[in-house]
């Protein structure tokens, strides 16, 4: 071997003292066979060794450190990054590192189908993996009440619905089928439940809420949570919760919000410590106990600083006291309110234990303020490590590193029967029975004559509420879905006259003379609205509803009035016009619920989550002497 050795470092400096165009006589170098074998059983280069964190048999706390530890300063600031689509390309999530995308209310791609859907999910994934590293994206969408953005999803009651239900497998099974339509379009991470606990009702965000007390909205937050999840976040059929938003919504006071034209939302919570601890900690608590690996922090305040910037809150309380383990994702440009220096603002909310950012508009803005303050040592890069850290141990939990990319054979899944009829056993479920004298209720499906009235009754937007489609929601027929009308004249066997205002001048009866109803049905509903566009200062019925209500009494026998909204509404004035009043809240798209009840397919079950107040005085809840004119808890069974 030694000669062999010997010849080729020989022939070796030959060649390269001559250079390329020497014409030295080729000289033949002839092997012995020994050193022929031995050359002939040389051993071949060795594959590289695949990444640590690419093993999918190891544990995510491995992956994750192993990723983390190859990671550049820019690389980690990208996985602190959230935008809203529609302020990058797939090429910028490239670029930039970026580590998740989402879409806002109304945020989706055109057509708004479950393909399109797939399709631009994906492409944002093609971006992120095409990085050095490979390190998918995770997507995020407010799916609070079905995947409500998507065009032919199942959109299930309101929360403030499933909180009259008190059903915690029905609200787990829900959590679990949104989960499934999610997955079809291959989005892994909704920003729900929301758990407030709500003590004023003229918020714009009551009907997100499971209820007023405690310990409803922490059994049924966590049913919800535990559904969506599953046993087992890397199974294809399951996302990340994110329990919202910590901590203070629903207890801030009247007129303390700075933000617009908003009154309590985002404003100042000014409850003690033993307070928060006692009445709003506790579902966070049993969340994480659950499994929560994502928490949204709240736009609200306390003790004079935005929670965003509460490190008490956030880092000694959440992440220590609570042991939460997973990542703490700011709400939609929340850090902007923290400081009106935005520099010192990333400072202040980083520090403070904000891992990844919602920055809707600009991911350049706030990764050139945060490599600017590592720079600067306003950052620590032990503070950038552990955000990352929580980041990635929630991707490979998830199982994003395996199948990053859409299923087609889960397109089926959106808008099932199977989920259809659950939302329709959850919207029976939530119906509270309020009134019901001269057993106006269940309606005899042998009655010859209904009349129906109110916008609402064939109205799918009205019916779905706020975050439907589009932020806000939106009336008219915005996705498919059965109408309360529609469920009607589907259960009812007689004749069913409906008109929106309540006037049926020219339905006569065989006589000639103005028809009267075995029963009117009228719907009154609110508008759809969300977040602080919803906070109102008056919940008592308009007048034009008040009206509507007496031109149906006139012409029917009996009266029953279905109140649809996203809290209980001052209802006192009209109480003794109708022989029963029934809350069907905000409940979706399967108006079938509603017809269930109304005509004795199910029976009413319901209570409601709320104190139900009888004048504008009682507000906030607690705040008053006086008897309600329903107490939380209460409906009637039949």
């Given at each position: 071997m030694?000669?062999?050795?010997?010849v080729?470092?020989?022939?070796?400096?030959?060649?390269?003292?001559?250079?390329?165009?020497?014409?030295?006589?080729?000289?033949?170098?002839?092997?012995?066979?020994?050193?022929?074998?031995e050359?002939?059983?040389?051993?071949?280069?060795?594959?590289?060794?695949?990444?640590?964190?690419?093993?999918?048999?190891?544990?995510?706390?491995?992956?994750?450190?192993?990723?983390?530890?190859?990671?550049?300063?820019?690389?980690?600031?990208?996985?602190?990054?959230?935008?809203?689509?529609?302020?990058?390309?797939?090429?910028?999530?490239?670029?930039?590192?970026?580590?998740?995308?989402?879409?806002?209310?109304?945020?989706?791609?055109?057509?708004?189908?479950?393909?399109?859907?797939?399709?631009?999910?994906?492409?944002?994934?093609?971006?992120?993996?095409?990085?050095?590293?490979?390190?998918?994206?995770?997507?995020?969408?407010d799916?609070?009440?079905?995947?409500?953005?998507?065009?032919?999803?199942?959109?299930?009651?309101?929360?403030?619905?499933?909180?009259?239900?008190?059903?915690?497998?029905?609200?787990?099974?829900?959590g679990?089928?949104?989960?499934?339509?999610?997955?079809?379009?291959?989005?892994?991470?909704?920003?729900?439940?929301?758990?407030?606990?709500?003590?004023?009702?003229?918020?714009?965000?009551?009907?997100?809420?499971?209820?007023e007390?405690?310990?409803?909205?922490?059994?049924?937050?966590?049913?919800?949570?535990?559904?969506?999840?599953?046993?087992?976040?890397s199974?294809?059929?399951?996302?990340?919760?994110?329990?919202?938003?910590?901590?203070?919504?629903?207890?801030t006071?009247?007129?303390?919000?700075?933000?617009?034209?908003?009154?309590?939302?985002?404003?100042v919570?000014?409850?003690?410590?033993?307070?928060?601890?006692?009445?709003?900690?506790?579902?966070?608590?049993?969340?994480?106990?659950?499994?929560?690996?994502?928490?949204?922090?709240?736009?609200?305040?306390?003790?004079?600083?935005?929670?965003?910037?509460?490190?008490?809150?956030?880092?000694?309380?959440?992440?220590?006291?609570?042991?939460?383990?997973?990542?703490?994702?700011?709400?939609?440009?929340?850090?902007?309110?923290?400081?009106?220096?935005?520099?010192?603002?990333?400072?202040?909310?980083?520090?403070?234990?904000?891992?990844?950012?919602?920055?809707?508009?600009?991911a350049?803005?706030?990764?050139?303020?945060?490599?600017?303050a590592?720079?600067?040592?306003?950052?620590?890069?032990?503070?950038?490590?552990?955000?990352?850290?929580?980041?990635?141990?929630?991707?490979?939990?998830?199982?994003?590193?395996?199948?990053?990319?859409?299923?087609?054979?889960?397109?089926?899944?959106?808008?099932?029967?199977?989920?259809?009829?659950?939302?329709?056993?959850?919207?029976?479920?939530?119906?509270?029975?309020?009134?019901?004298?001269?057993?106006?209720?269940?309606?005899?499906?042998?009655?010859?004559?209904?009349?129906?009235?109110?916008?609402?009754?064939?109205?799918?937007?009205?019916?779905?509420?706020?975050?439907?489609?589009?932020?806000?929601?939106?009336?008219?027929?915005?996705?498919?879905?059965?109408?309360?009308?529609?469920?009607?004249?589907?259960?009812?066997?007689?004749?069913?006259?409906?008109n929106?205002?309540?006037?049926?001048?020219?339905?006569?009866?065989?006589?000639?003379?103005?028809?009267?109803?075995?029963?009117?049905?009228?719907?009154?509903?609110?508008?759809?609205?969300?977040?602080?566009?919803?906070?109102?200062?008056?919940?008592?019925?308009?007048?034009?509803?008040?009206?509507?209500?007496?031109?149906?009494?006139?012409?029917?026998?009996?009266?029953?009035?279905?109140?649809?909204?996203?809290?209980?509404l001052?209802?006192?004035?009209?109480?003794?016009?109708?022989?029963?009043?029934?809350?069907?809240?905000?409940?979706?798209t399967?108006?079938?619920?509603?017809?269930?009840?109304?005509?004795?397919?199910?029976?009413?079950?319901?209570?409601?989550?709320?104190?139900?107040p009888?004048?504008?005085?009682?507000?906030?809840?607690?705040?008053?002497?006086?008897?309600?004119?329903?107490?939380?808890?209460?409906?009637?069974?039949?």
């Amino acid at each position: 071997m030694k000669r062999l050795f010997a010849v080729l470092l020989l022939s070796l400096t030959i060649l390269t003292a001559c250079g390329p165009a020497a014409e030295a006589e080729e000289t033949p170098v002839l092997l012995d066979q020994p050193e022929l074998e031995e050359l002939e059983g040389s051993p071949e280069p060795k594959a590289p060794k695949e990444p640590v964190y690419l093993n999918s048999d190891l544990p995510a706390e491995e992956r994750a450190e192993d990723l983390l530890s190859r990671m550049t300063l820019e690389e980690k600031v990208g996985q602190m990054t959230l935008i809203e689509k529609s302020s990058i390309t797939p090429d910028g999530v490239e670029e930039y590192f970026i580590g998740g995308v989402l879409s806002g209310g109304g945020g989706t791609p055109s057509p708004n189908t479950t393909e399109a859907w797939a399709e631009m999910v994906d492409s944002y994934q093609e971006g992120a993996l095409a990085t050095r590293l490979g390190i998918p994206i995770i997507y995020g969408v407010d799916a609070v009440h079905g995947h409500n953005n998507l065009k032919g999803a199942v959109i299930f009651p309101h929360n403030i619905g499933l909180g009259a239900t008190g059903d915690l497998d029905l609200v787990y099974r829900i959590g679990a089928a949104t989960a499934e339509e999610m997955a079809a379009t291959n989005i892994y991470w909704n920003y729900a439940p929301a758990i407030p606990v709500v003590q004023d009702i003229r918020w714009g965000r009551t009907y997100e809420s499971y209820g007023e007390v405690t310990g409803l909205v922490t059994q049924l937050g966590k049913a919800y949570l535990e559904g969506l999840q599953g046993d087992d976040l890397s199974d294809p059929l399951t996302a990340l919760g994110t329990p919202k938003h910590y901590i203070g919504d629903g207890a801030t006071i009247w007129g303390s919000s700075m933000t617009g034209s908003y009154q309590l939302d985002q404003g100042v919570m000014t409850a003690t410590e033993e307070e928060i601890r006692e009445k709003y900690l506790l579902p966070y608590q049993a969340a994480i106990d659950a499994g929560a690996l994502s928490v949204m922090v709240s736009f609200s305040s306390w003790q004079d600083t935005k929670m965003h910037a509460h490190k008490c809150l956030v880092t000694d309380v959440l992440k220590g006291e609570l042991g939460f383990e997973g990542f703490v994702v700011s709400d939609w440009g929340g850090l902007d309110q923290v400081n009106g220096n935005y520099y010192r603002a990333v400072v202040e909310s980083i520090n403070a234990g904000i891992d990844m950012n919602m920055v809707p508009y600009s991911a350049t803005k706030f990764i050139n303020a945060m490599l600017e303050a590592v720079e600067n040592g306003d950052i620590s890069e032990e503070r950038v490590d552990d955000a990352v850290y929580r980041i990635l141990l929630a991707k490979f939990k998830l199982g994003l590193f395996e199948r990053p990319y859409s299923d087609p054979a889960l397109f089926d899944l959106v808008g099932s029967e199977k989920n259809r009829q659950l939302a329709r056993e959850a919207v029976a479920k939530s119906a509270v029975l309020l009134t019901n004298e001269n057993a106006a209720l269940p309606i005899s499906k042998d009655s010859s004559l209904i009349f129906l009235a109110g916008e609402g009754a064939d109205d799918i937007g009205m019916q779905c509420g706020g975050w439907t489609i589009s932020w806000q929601g939106s009336k008219g027929a915005i996705t498919p879905g059965t109408t309360i009308k529609d469920a009607f004249e589907g259960a009812f066997e007689g004749k069913l006259q409906y008109n929106r205002f309540g006037k049926y001048d020219n339905i006569l009866d065989e006589n000639g003379n103005p028809a009267v109803a075995d029963v009117g049905i009228v719907v009154v509903a609110e508008n759809p609205y969300a977040e602080g566009v919803g906070d109102s200062r008056d919940l008592t019925l308009p007048q034009n509803d008040l009206e509507m209500i007496e031109r149906v009494k006139e012409r029917s026998q009996k009266l029953v009035v279905i109140v649809m909204s996203g809290r209980p509404l001052v209802i006192t004035e009209a109480l003794d016009l109708a022989d029963a009043w029934v809350a069907v809240w905000l409940p979706g798209t399967e108006g079938d619920g509603v017809a269930d009840v109304i005509f004795g397919d199910a029976p009413f079950v319901g209570k409601t989550p709320f104190t139900w107040p009888a004048s504008m005085d009682q507000l906030p809840l607690g705040s008053y002497d006086t008897e309600p004119l329903f107490p939380f808890g209460y409906g009637l069974e039949n």
